[in-house]
């Protein structure tokens, strides 16, 4: 039997005096409760009570016993009861990862912003070092991971978080000696600044968007940022985040191409862990962010 409802049958005995009156209060019987303290006997080794026809008593193992007994209950009750206040309170330590090219930009921002504003979460924040296995996060101590791909994984839960923009571009030097991109299919006849882990462009909005495979990768790269240093320098294409690329492309220093066709936004996904009952903690970190994302919205840039 659980050694944690043989005592509570135990400590409850030793605190009313008799079976009976601890089944009462456990809404139990006295036949049950008195089998739960002899399996208890059986199981340390001793007797613990002793039994007459009109009364139970402790021995002296017995109320040395009940002593430590009702103490490890007091504090798994003491233990329980702080758990489930802290779950239902944001603070405490709220652990996020999501990829670099991300944290380093928008969601870094976001999230300073949410942790001065929300000073009794501990915020641990990592950048880099994520898993392509969704549920990864989970086993690694994380409370929250963000993505940018559509994700389908019934061991978590996501939330869309907003959208992300992104901008295909190139320096105006580049373009003087490669000459212009008139239209997605040139693509692969140009230098290409390629992400690693984005090495298919989608070109294009809806039912009229193509899918390029990228073959002329002149640099590649795990960084959106390094990339963008690259393409401003005037070696090839790019396909950047546009609120990295953005004071580049005012400028002048990098040029928007095919603006009439685009690229599709990315979507910024936060996972996080099964079950319907969420952490406080997290509920209001990702409420934060979502209205965070729709008060600070990325400018257009105009061609």
């Not at 001793?46 to 009109?54: I, P």
């Not at 779950?87 to 976001?110: F, M, N, Q, V, Y």
Request: glycine share 6%; with cysteine.
């Amino acid at each position: 039997m659980d050694r944690l409802l043989l005592m509570h049958s135990f400590v409850t005995v030793a605190r009313t005096g008799s079976f009976n009156g601890a089944a009462k209060k456990m809404s139990s019987s006295g036949s049950l409760v008195s089998r739960h303290v002899a399996e208890l006997e059986r199981q340390v080794g001793v007797r613990l009570v002793n039994r007459t026809a009109r009364s139970v008593s402790l021995t002296e193992q017995g109320r040395h016993y009940a002593e430590f007994a009702a103490r490890i209950l007091d504090e798994i009750d003491a233990e329980d009861s702080r758990i489930a206040q802290s779950h239902d309170r944001a603070e405490g330590t709220l652990s996020i990862i999501c990829p670099k090219w991300i944290g380093s930009l928008d969601l870094g921002d976001a999230i300073a912003e949410f942790s001065a504003v929300h000073p009794k979460i501990q915020v641990r924040f990592e950048l880099g070092g994520m898993s392509d296995r969704t549920y990864d996060f989970l086993d690694s101590g994380f409370d929250v991971a963000f993505h940018t791909r559509d994700l389908r994984d019934s061991s978590v839960r996501l939330k869309k978080i907003a959208s992300l923009p992104f901008v295909l571009c190139a320096a105006e030097d580049y373009l003087e000696r490669h000459g212009p991109l008139d239209e997605p299919n040139s693509i692969n006849s140009h230098d290409c600044l390629v992400h690693v882990n984005d090495p298919v462009w989608r070109i294009g909005h809806g039912h009229s968007s193509a899918l390029h495979k990228i073959r002329n990768v002149a640099f590649s790269s795990n960084s959106y940022l390094a990339l963008q240093k690259v393409a401003v320098h005037g070696r090839g294409l790019a396909l950047l985040p546009q609120r990295s690329a953005y004071d580049d492309l005012m400028s002048g220093a990098l040029q928007v191409l095919l603006p009439d066709i685009g690229v599709p936004d990315r979507p910024l996904y936060a996972i996080y862990g099964p079950g319907p009952d969420t952490p406080r903690k997290v509920s209001v970190f990702l409420d934060f962010l979502a209205q965070w994302f729709a008060d600070h919205p990325i400018a257009a840039i105009s061609s």
